[in-house]
């Protein structure tokens, strides 16, 4: 089983609708990272959350770290095209910084 | 901002031949890089963790004599795919952290190399 669940799989909304994006993991996170990929392009880094109850905020993009339900959310409010692509959680789920276990990802779609 | 390179972007090569992936830490210093694969829709997938002058750690499963990584400089790590087969036919895509800390918590990733593999 996947120890990194993003839920939904993939996600169509209208221009200026908000939505979130869920991360769970069935283990204790030490960190989790926010990415947005365009399919075959490498990563953007959104933002990165370690402490429970932390959020973090750029430009329409709120992220949320529950520690105590080892999930996060994503956030997206007004969303634009722009906002369209592939989010990815990676976490780190040992001590071992930097290496990331990534969840499956979340296809979004902003149509006009 | 802090950037890592790779090269190539895209490589096309025929069954059996190697093929070398660079990932470069542009502006920062890197003792450890990391390798990821990505197939069609599919996430990331750690392969294995290339470590500046010692041998590389690799993730179960993954075989370290078809994937030589080596960690030359603290710049510089390369992912050689030996005996290349159309099953390895993946996105490639390495990461790495700045080791001096000067910008904290940000993992960065390269642009990932396509390998197509005929």
């Known amino acids: 089983s996947q120890e990194l669940e993003q839920s939904p799989q993939s996600l169509i909304v209208q221009e200026g609708k908000n939505l979130t994006i869920n991360c769970t993991s069935s283990?204790?996170?030490?960190?989790l990272y926010w990415y947005k990929q365009k399919y075959g392009e490498g990563l953007i880094f959104l933002m990165m959350l370690q402490k429970g109850g932390e959020e973090k905020s750029h430009e329409k993009i709120t992220a949320k770290l529950d520690e105590k339900k080892q999930q996060s959310s994503l956030h997206i409010t007004a969303s634009q095209p722009s906002h369209a692509g592939i989010y990815l959680c990676g976490a780190q789920l040992t001590g071992t910084a930097s290496k990331l276990t990534f969840g499956t990802g979340t296809r979004l779609q902003v149509t006009l | 901002g802090a950037v890592v390179s790779q090269h190539p972007s895209w490589v096309i090569c025929k069954s059996g031949t190697s093929v070398k992936i660079e990932c470069r830490s542009l502006d920062f210093q890197a003792t450890t890089m990391f390798w990821y694969r990505q197939f069609p829709k599919q996430s990331l997938m750690l392969m294995a963790t290339s470590n500046e002058g010692s041998k590389a750690t690799y993730e179960q499963g993954v075989e370290k004599d078809k994937f030589l990584i080596n960690h030359a400089s603290l710049t510089l790590s390369t992912l050689t795919v030996t005996s290349a087969h159309p099953e390895d036919s993946s996105f490639y895509i390495c990461?790495?952290?700045?080791?001096?800390?000067?910008?904290?918590?940000?993992?960065?990733f390269g642009e990932g190399s396509r390998l197509t593999v005929l």
């Open positions: 990461s790495a952290r700045d080791a001096s800390g000067g910008r904290t918590g940000e993992l960065f």
């Open positions: 283990k204790t996170l030490y960190g």
